[in-house]
């Protein structure tokens, strides 16, 4: 029996890398999508969401029938579990990308507003968060998962400075403010990928070493 | 050992349950504290979310140690699974309660914004669909927890005409761009408790019936 448990738990673990890849791709596309002010590739990201939604019930399915049929114990359960989890993460990042792409549509129907020339770099370190979230998990590695959890300050900072220019540029233009708001949240989405991130990356701690950290002080 | 899993499933039922009464008293003291511009009282709601937090790793403890003893199948399984996502929703939902606190110091410091009349209508819809969905759990109820996938649209429709006003507020007096786009984060949070409680009350129907109902075509 065991031999079937670890197949069937490699077969999970290819199938939330893969919803990993297609979320990572996800977010991706929308932020080029808005650097290029590509209408129709910001709709293709938010029609994609469907299939990120549909592989998360799959995956959820998967762990549920894994639980019930071998009854797995220690590093299996911690693993099935850490799944289900970041499971639930990846759809959230999933529907975080398709609103990236909402708001995009709507900031590139008001051609006035600018793009920070900081975007593309909070968005590239957004995007590294979660591609190295996912590394961690494959290679359950917890180092590279620590050094996740301690880019999130930076980000954090990223989204306070942008906030701050945001509402002088509201002040200035209050008649773009409704664009203006879409890129406030653009940059909220992009903090909260990296939560999410930090949150996989936790998992992976929990996984590798068996403890929660999460809320721990620093 | 079946007496001492069920033994163990009721204690995990109550502590979630309590965990779920501290989200609800959390998030209907941020918004008393918001309308009575108190902030004593807003700023002991921040300060409780860390409760939540240490309560919420506890939960989480507690249905790994269910999982790792007692192996369970079926419904037993199931309820586990659900309450260790239910865990993930109610602690999210008490960062949300700790957030509306938050802007809520903000907004009070500004006595020029005022607060839409609609807005203790709003948060009661929202605090009504958290109580129904926590209900629905203890009552392992799938009509009620329905009924509380039905008022998420309602609640959806409240965000989007007050995010108008406050626009509109916006362009006239940019000034207070700042304390209003944290209104606007509050009716945002609004929302959201109602889509966590919507989470919940699908975890109860797959509970009762066993169906992954999310992401389902109305």
Known sequence: ????????????????LSL???????????IAALLSRDEKAAKRVI???REIDQMEVEVEED???ILALYQPVASDLRFVIAVLKMNNDLERMGDLAANIAKRAVEIMRQPGVEL?????????NAQAMVKSSLDALVNM??????????????????????????????????DDAEALMGLSNIFRHLERLG????????????????E???HREN
Do not use: W
Not at 195 to 210: F, H, K, Q, R, S
């Open 1 to 16: 029996m065991s031999v079937h448990l670890h197949r069937d738990i490699e077969r999970l673990k290819k199938k939330v």
């Open 20 to 30: 990993g890849a297609m979320v990572e791709e996800a977010i991706s596309a929308a």
């Open 47 to 49: 029609a994609s969401d």
């Open 63 to 65: 762990c549920l029938k």
């Open 116 to 124: 920070p020339a900081e975007l593309p770099t909070m968005a590239r």
């Open 141 to 174: 590695d917890a180092t590279l998962a620590r050094q996740v959890c301690a880019g999130d300050d930076e980000l954090d900072g990223f989204r306070k400075r942008m906030q701050r220019r945001v509402l002088d540029e509201i002040r200035a233009h209050p």
């Open 195 to 210: 939560d999410m991130a930090t949150n996989i990356a936790e998992d992976v701690i929990y996984l590798v070493e068996g």
């Open 212 to 214: 929660i950290t999460r």
